[in-house]
């Protein structure tokens, strides 16, 4: 088991850029795949980023590709999302996600830990 709470969400303007925090709890977190999702108003929840245990491999959905980037650091029982030249279509409640598997993987039924969510505002 392990628990999960994210942070770093705020308001920011549209180009500017925020970083989220993921913070896991107990000592197996270098067993996990994270991922980070995100749920705008009204929309279903898509996949953002996911990186393996390692961190050495990397996914992005398109829409985020070149603009966000995934990291962890498994001694801090950490994985964060920076998050750059940020768009109004952005704004969602940003969650962390983590799943005992071997690969990468986008979608959400695979991971079965999850924060609680924080929301990022981006405004125009």
């Known amino acids: 088991q392990v628990q999960l709470e994210e942070s770093g969400g705020g308001l920011v303007q549209a180009g500017g850029s925020l970083r989220l925090s993921c913070a896991a709890s107990?000592?197996?977190?270098?067993?996990?795949?994270m991922a980070w999702f995100r749920q705008a108003p009204g929309k279903e929840r898509e996949f953002v980023a996911a990186?393996?245990?390692?961190?050495?491999?990397?996914a992005y959905a398109d829409s985020v590709k070149g603009r966000f980037t995934i990291s962890r650091d498994n001694a801090k029982n950490t994985v964060y999302l920076q998050m750059n030249s940020l768009k109004p279509e952005d704004t969602a409640v940003y969650y962390c996600?983590?799943?005992?598997?071997?690969?990468?993987?986008?979608?959400?039924?695979?991971?079965?830990?999850w924060g609680q969510g924080t929301q990022v505002t981006v405004s125009s």
């Open positions: 990186i393996n245990r390692s961190g050495g491999s990397t």
């Open positions: 996600a983590a799943a005992l598997i071997g690969t990468l993987s986008t979608r959400e039924y695979r991971y079965g830990y």
């Open positions: 107990g000592r197996a977190f270098s067993s996990y795949v």
